[in-house]
């Protein structure tokens, strides 16, 4: 919300006077609406569905005392009439001024004042206070009082024949639960009966308010009971109440900036101070009883709940409480603001606004002290045929407690009994950074108050009055020890110890001068005559500034270097905002990456949430015009802070800091109640005629509009006192004027780019009928539908520019950790579309629950084995024919496979377990496509106004989300990363060249990013099998091999393919070559690795995914266009830009955060990789002509290499061949890799020994010390023509620099690919 600031043009402490109550010409006029509110509540209460409903023309209800019914109030008079910069709002103030309507009671009840504050929000966001006294005075009116004890009478008629009636309970029955002392049902009878208008005093409420451009809410609260003082004491005032009305109205100004104010109430001086230009915002309402109320643990979760948006629902009996807490929490928000709909006193008229399907901070209150338990939303209820319009719109809104549903069942909404000490918070959301420290900081500031950090209200209420009842008696008893409750004196204390006096004793005999101790008493005895308020008010307001400390010193250091990552805009004002949602304003992925890791969880929320965003407009606006306070307060904080520290820009690191002025901000505010800059004009007698002015005892006069109407043609008097200051004030709102001639304009353009409900932040109250109510539900299913459209088009752009990134173009622009949130981000969506207008909530996720309906209804109706199943181009054929079978893709298939995931235990978890599951099968839009068109099922779960019910903007929510079949997502593997899935392998083999099964036994191992299976026998004369293991992530590598056994052991393999039966996806491990002794390079077992595969299907068809916009696989994303071509040779220049780009391949994986690198096998081992690439240049110019049929591969190469190396060792020539000790130690470290490889417990061939030679050398740094060994090594001469590479200095020179920038990195290699090797 808006930062507390008076509006255009006001100068006066208060814009309005306002008196409301009964109007004892129309006199009981019940309140329809609010009768239906009841009549509902009461069917929820466990009465009788036929319970008659509150007639249409009367509104009666018989089935409720009358003292508990709703009657209409009314604004009785309001002073002035009109203020132009305010206008008065009849409906508005007169609904929140009474929100429960008229109240009556008797003599026997208790009948104390209650205050409240409330607030009106105009459409721009700027603030109207209230603040509302309420009292009962004596009903006078005889046709009131005869009105009153006729709906008794009807009443009682009315139980009896209920009581009566009842088959249930016979005459029997009833006298001998009254023969056995049923003391509950005689005092519900008593309370039936317990009006009668010759033995009782009715009484009927009735409040005065001051409406004021800002909240200073203690001194509204002194001048209102010295009001109603003044009327209810048997002493007359000095003055008549119209002077003080008067004076408060027009002759108190608002106190400046900086200063304090002292004007005069009926009885004493009322003292209101305001906060200085570099100072936190104003705030009045007292911040402790928010942490007495709450706690301090539920106040900071409750916090960040604020601060990532979600869905607030403050819970009391009390309209202040709700008002407090309200305030409370979003003035600790500095320097962000609350942007959404905030309505802290929510009117039971507005009760529809709970299924709001935006963030929302309301407040409602509670009819008994533990009846959190009834509270109930969204079931729909039999409506009587005579109730319609607005009356049977609203019961849409109210339901009764046969669903079983309340409000703490929403998926992101936080629920606060302030009451009971209760908070019930969303699922999965990140926790506050540093989060102990700044709780311990906290505790430390209010204990040093006497508040305990764990709060006041740790039992039931009727405990707490019990242990209040005792305490009471024991505060002041100085006899058993208690202190009063006032800060601990510590003088007082030790002023009388007896042990302080023997110890001076024993001093004075031992010979010790000890000088006589003075001990002064303390400064508060000597404030206490100083300061022009009490101790209390003092204690308050010191706590609460430097509470708010401690929390904007959060935000100060978290955001230091904010200014930074600002993208600051190349066009003029105007233009920036016409195309402000098209643009980005920070550099969030830039600003995250300079953050602690602690803290990203929370940030990467945060900064998505309209707070922020609206935090960093304004940054950008103030290139145009004035700062914003509050960010022109934060900024200087910023300044100074860096100032102090003289902090350079490092490395963010998350050591907390604690908040370093809090003494300074306290004595700020002592300052200004000790000496008082302004002292406004005394009230005084006023131009009335003789005889007014007079009133009777108990009752609030009728005051004299005449008088009150106008103020005085001269009020410069209290501007004299300090005339300069006023001029500068007033060259200072004509400067501010100046600037915002054009401010219209902004705001409509700001309205338009904010936030999806910004334009709702406070319902109008003035108008609530049905095309209204109608028009706002209207208003959220286009603001659904646009934040669906920015979701996924920010989803879909910034993916694909990660992608463009990984084939070379651009910078990232995009995290693992953003992507997280923004998929997080759509589950939100998903869930807050599913919860409007509905009808029937189980659980605490709608969309969840719809799928289980869902489901029933399919399995009832087709059967549990005959669920349609679709099937795509998982059906892969071969050369071999061998087809790999289909997989089941249906909305219940995937249903059960969350439902079968026994790591969620909750129902948010399993639905935003479906949306990842969907979305990264790229079946999200056709599947919520097939739930959203069964319309039997949503006309019974959904109001007619419902999102799922609007057939144009459903089939546009789908075209957005069908747009992300674009890309490909990992978003379920990547998180549920120790679920268990099965897997389905297939052995492919090239028939025409070889045999289809082999008699020898094969087995094969699956390893992942996540992990590896292991070795797995195939079940023999079988192709195909399949397993379940941990996930294993994105499937990398499949080692295959078999144990030569039998007559036909050689086996020609074209490629291994493996499923994962979840989420669909396929990897193709291409082979192609032999497996067997005698054939090939004689190899028993390869290492094969894999790729995606990404086919055009039916599913995708349906999808009307472009094949064009699908994301590159793998092997696209690492191809090198140089050795694309395996028809023909690469020449020299290709094979060198093929080396170089495998290794810039590798330093680009290690670039990328730790978390988002993928696999490193390959890069090193896949088709295009380092392993590829360096066989190239090996193969260059090798003499490979058959000898004696016998092929020569490169590895013979390196054996006859080893050999002259360990044998020119042994002759101790190698000093002079080579460069001394250096070179031996090289030559024996490629002699101990290649023996042991040759010597490993493994069938590999002489390829794969190459391959796990390569991949050793890189991982131990040592191809750049191999690569001009061979090359000096005589037997090149023999096996290489001399035009290969390796036989030319410059490219050696060349390819060892290359592979030098490897060094930097520490490769860790697969267990696939090291198993059995020794070095």
């Known amino acids: 919300m808006s930062n507390p600031s008076p509006s255009p043009g006001s100068c006066r402490f208060a814009d309005y006077f306002v008196l409301a109550g009964i109007d004892t010409d129309s006199g009981l006029e019940p309140d329809e609406l609010s009768a239906l509110c009841q009549w509902v509540e009461a069917t929820r209460y466990g009465r009788s569905q036929e319970t008659p409903c509150p007639n249409k023309a009367s509104g009666e209800n018989f089935d409720q005392s009358p003292l508990r019914r709703t009657f209409k109030s009314k604004v009785l008079a309001h002073y002035p009439q009109n203020v132009e910069y305010n206008p008065f709002d009849q409906d508005a103030v007169n609904m929140l001024c009474m929100p429960k309507g008229l109240s009556f009671k008797t003599q026997a009840e208790n009948r104390d004042p209650l205050f409240h504050a409330f607030l009106i929000t105009r459409e721009d966001g700027s603030r109207t206070y209230g603040f509302v006294l309420t009292f009962y005075e004596e009903v006078t009116c005889r046709q009131i009082c005869s009105a009153m004890q006729t709906l008794y009478q009807m009443h009682n008629v009315e139980q009896c024949s209920s009581v009566y009636a009842s088959s249930s309970c016979s005459m029997d029955s009833l006298a001998s639960s009254i023969d056995e002392g049923d003391s509950s049902s005689q005092v519900k009878m008593q309370r039936y009966n317990s009006y009668d208008i010759g033995r009782d005093t009715l009484y009927v409420s009735k409040c005065i308010c001051l409406i004021t451009p800002l909240p200073f809410v203690q001194a509204c609260r002194k001048f209102l009971r010295q009001l109603h003082k003044a009327v209810s004491s048997q002493q007359t005032p000095p003055l008549p109440l119209e002077s003080y009305i008067h004076n408060i109205l027009y002759e108190v100004p608002l106190p400046p900036p ?148 309340s409000f703490n069942t929403k998926a992101n909404l936080c629920f606060v009994d302030i009451d009971n000490h209760f908070i019930d918070l969303p699922e999965d959301f990140p926790q506050f950074p540093n989060k102990l420290e700044f709780i311990q900081e906290i505790s430390e500031v209010l204990l040093q108050f006497g508040i305990p950090p764990e709060g006041n209200l740790h039992c039931s209420e009727s405990a707490t009055q019990l242990q209040n009842l005792v305490l009471d008696e024991l505060v002041h008893d100085k006899k058993n020890g208690n202190l009063t409750s006032t800060t601990i004196n510590m003088y007082e204390l030790l002023k009388g110890n007896e042990t302080l006096a023997r110890l001076q004793a024993l001093a004075k005999r031992t010979g010790v001068s000890v000088e006589k101790m003075e001990i002064a008493a303390p400064l508060e005895k000597e404030r206490d005559t100083r300061c022009q308020c009490s101790e209390e008010e003092l204690r308050d307001y010191k706590l609460a500034v430097q509470l708010r400390e401690v929390f904007a010193k959060r935000f100060t250091q978290m955001f230091a270097d904010y200014e930074a990552f600002v993208i600051q805009p190349a066009q003029d004002m105007e233009s920036w905002l016409t195309n402000r949602e098209q643009m980005q304003n920070f550099d969030k992925a830039s600003f995250l990456s300079d953050q602690p890791e602690p803290y990203l969880p929370f940030l990467s929320h945060f900064i998505e949430t309209q707070m922020f965003a609206t935090f960093i407009d304004n940054k950008i606006v103030s290139l145009w015009e004035e700062k914003d306070p509050l960010l022109r307060v934060f900024d200087s904080r910023i300044e100074k802070m860096k100032i102090y520290n003289v902090r350079v820009p490092t490395i963010r690191t998350s050591n907390y800091q604690k908040c370093t002025i809090l003494k300074e901000a306290a004595q700020a505010i002592e300052q200004r109640l000790v000496k008082i800059d302004h002292t406004a004009i005394h009230p005084h007698l006023l131009d009335m005629k003789i005889g007014q002015g007079k009133y009777e005892q108990g009752f ?107 084939l070379g173009h651009g910078e990232a622009n995009i995290t693992g950790l953003e992507e997280n949130t923004l998929i997080a981000s759509l589950c939100d969506l998903l869930e807050r579309i599913w919860s409007h207008g509905l009808l029937i909530k189980q659980g605490k996720s709608a969309l969840w629950s719809h799928l289980v309906h869902y489901q029933e209804c399919e399995e009832k109706r087709e059967g549990i084995l005959d669920i349609p199943v679709g099937t795509g181009s998982e059906r892969r054929k071969s050369e071999s024919g061998l087809i790999l079978p289909s997989l089941k893709v249906s909305l219940i298939h995937d249903m059960r496979h969350v439902q079968q995931m026994s790591e969620i235990k909750t129902d948010v978890g399993r639905a935003r377990a479906w949306i990842r599951l969907s979305l990264e099968k790229k079946v999200l839009s056709q599947q919520l496509k097939q739930l959203m068109f069964n319309q039997s099922l949503i006309k019974k779960l959904y109001k007619r106004y419902a999102f799922l019910r609007c057939e144009e903007e459903k089939e546009q929510f789908l075209y957005h989300l069908l747009s992300l079949n674009a890309v490909d997502y990992f978003c379920f593997t990547s998180v549920f990363t120790t679920i268990m899935i099965p897997y389905r392998a297939v052995i492919i083999p090239i028939k025409k060249l070889s045999n289809s099964i082999t008699t020898s036994n094969p087995w094969i191992s699956v390893s992942g990013e996540l992990g590896g299976t292991g070795v797995m026998q195939v079940p023999k004369n079988l192709l195909e099998m399949t397993f379940e293991c941990q996930n294993l992530g994105k499937l990398t590598t499949v080692q295959i091999g078999h144990d030569n056994s039998g007559l036909l052991a050689k086996w020609l393999v074209d490629c291994v393919m493996v499923r994962n039966e979840i989420t669909g996806h396929t990897y193709r491990f291409p082979c192609g070559r032999w497996l067997g002794k005698g054939v090939d390079d004689g190899s028993l077992e390869r290492i094969l690795v894999g790729e995606l595969l990404v086919v055009e299907d039916d599913l995708s068809k349906q999808c009307r995914t472009p094949p064009q916009l699908r994301s590159p696989t793998v092997a696209r994303r690492l191809s090198i266009t140089s050795l694309g071509s395996r028809t023909g040779k690469p020449n020299a220049g290709q094979i060198q830009e093929g080396i170089g780009e495998s290794i810039n391949n590798i330093v680009k994986h290690f670039h990328k955060p730790e978390k988002e690198r993928g696999s490193l ?120 023509e001399d035009c290969a590479l390796l036989r030319d200095r410059a490219t050696v020179n060349t390819l060892i620099r290359v592979l030098q920038t490897l060094h930097d990195f520490n490769i860790t290699l697969e267990t696939s690919l090291v198993k059995g090797i020794d070095v």
Not at 1170 to 1182: I, M, N, P
Request: proline share 5%.
């Open 258 to 405: 900086g200063r304090s104010l002292k004007f005069s109430g009926v009885y004493g001086p009322i003292i209101c101070q305001r906060p200085g230009p570099t100072e936190l915002p104003l705030f009045d309402f007292p911040l402790r009883e928010v942490f007495e109320l709450l706690g301090l643990e539920n106040l900071v979760q409750l916090f960040t709940c604020v601060l990532l948006e979600m869905q607030i629902l403050l819970y009391s009996q009390d309209y202040q409480r709700l008002m407090t807490v309200a305030e409370g929490i979003t003035a600790l928000l500095f320097p962000f603001q609350w942007q959404h709909v905030y309505v802290p006193i929510l009117p039971a008229s507005l009760l529809h606004f709970l299924d709001a399907p935006v963030p929302y901070l309301m407040g409602l209150q509670s009819k008994e002290p533990n009846d959190r338990s009834k509270l109930e939303l969204a079931q729909e209820v039999n409506i009587p045929s005579h109730v319609h319009g607005r009356e049977a719109f609203m019961t849409s809104a109210l339901h009764p407690h046969q669903s079983g549903y």
């Open 700 to 806: 609030f006069p009728k005051l004299q509009a005449d008088v009150l109407a106008t103020g005085p043609t001269n009020n410069n008097r209290w501007a004299n006192r300090g005339a300069t200051a006023q001029r500068r004030k007033d060259r200072l709102r004509q400067h501010s004027e100046h600037l915002a001639l054009d401010n219209d304009l902004k705001e409509k353009y700001m309205q338009e780019a904010r936030s999806l409900g910004k334009s709702l932040r406070q319902p109008k109250l003035s108008d609530l009928s049905p095309a209204v109510i109608a028009q706002t539900n209207w208003k959220f299913v286009e603001g659904l539908l646009k934040e669906c459209r920015i979701k996924t088009k920010r989803m879909l752009v910034e993916k694909m520019g990660h992608e463009a990134v990984e």
């Open 1161 to 1280: 096998t390959i890069l090193l081992c896949g088709e295009y990789g380092l392993v590829s690439a360096l066989e190239q240049v090996f193969h260059h110019g090798f003499k490979s002509v058959r000898l004696f049929q016998k092929n020569v591969f490169i590895w013979d190469f390196l054996e006859k290499a080893v050999t002259y190396f360990e044998t020119a060792e042994e002759e101790e020539s190698q000093v002079n061949l080579l460069d001394g000790k250096r070179c031996s130690e090289t030559s024996r470290s490629l002699c101990q890799y290649v023996n042991a490889i040759n010597t490993a417990p493994r069938n590999i061939g002489k390829d794969g020994k190459l391959q796990l030679l390569v991949c050793l050398g890189a991982r131990d740094h040592l191809l750049h010390q191999w690569i001009p060994l061979l090359a000096e090594c005589p037997v090149i001469s023999r096996m290489y």
